[in-house]
């Protein structure tokens, strides 16, 4: 793929799409490609995580370990967590088919939001709105638990 395509690819993904052109092609050519075949293990349950994936092709079982499974396709960001903190996979990740990723190293996108401040502020500001739906949903669903 070229890198046209590889930042079209990124743009797909909501979270990257915030960062804007200049960023998303930065994150592409800075980015590798890994290719796998079916079985083929992205990473494990429990293994330092220090990248996201964006799905170029062919899917992948993302299994928690309890019995919360998805299936990841093209345009979907596994591991988004891993691009901002350090931390530990809370999930395995398989790939069901023959797939491809870009992997995103966690030190390359912080390198990019070191570059444009306004981007990593559009990052900021959408991960606490989404942190304000998730408490406002545990709230909802205690309130529904106790009525």
Same mark, same amino acid.
């Given at each position: 793929? $070229?890198?046209?395509?590889?930042?079209?690819?990124?743009? #797909?993904?909501?979270?990257?799409?915030?960062?804007?052109?200049?960023?998303?092609?930065?994150?592409?050519?800075?980015?590798?490609? #890994?290719?796998?075949?079916?079985?083929?293990?992205?990473?494990?349950?429990?293994?330092?995580?220090?990248?996201?994936?964006?799905?170029?092709?062919?899917?992948?079982?993302?299994?928690?370990?309890?019995?919360?499974e998805m299936i990841?396709? @093209?345009?979907?960001?596994?591991?988004?967590?891993?691009?901002?903190? @350090? +931390?530990?996979?809370? $999930?395995?990740?398989?790939?069901?088919?023959?797939?491809?990723?870009? #992997?995103?190293?966690?030190?390359?996108?912080?390198?990019?939001?070191? $570059?444009? @401040?306004?981007?990593?502020?559009?990052?900021?500001?959408?991960?606490?709105? #989404?942190?304000?739906?998730?408490?406002?949903?545990?709230? +909802?669903?205690?309130?529904?638990?106790?009525?």
């Amino acid at each position: 793929m $070229s890198i046209d395509d590889d930042v079209a690819l990124l743009e #797909r993904v909501p979270t990257l799409r915030l960062l804007g052109d200049a960023s998303l092609r930065m994150l592409a050519i800075g980015s590798e490609q #890994r290719n796998f075949v079916r079985g083929d293990v992205l990473f494990n349950l429990g293994d330092d995580a220090d990248a996201g994936y964006v799905v170029q092709r062919g899917a992948f079982r993302v299994d928690d370990g309890a019995g919360a499974e998805m299936i990841a396709g @093209p345009g979907a960001l596994i591991g988004e967590l891993a691009l901002v903190v @350090p +931390m530990k996979r809370p $999930s395995s990740a398989i790939a069901i088919e023959h797939a491809s990723v870009i #992997r995103v190293a966690r030190s390359l996108f912080q390198r990019v939001l070191e $570059s444009d @401040p306004a981007a990593a502020v559009r990052l900021r500001d959408e991960f606490a709105v #989404r942190s304000s739906q998730i408490a406002s949903d545990i709230l +909802m669903a205690g309130a529904k638990l106790t009525s």
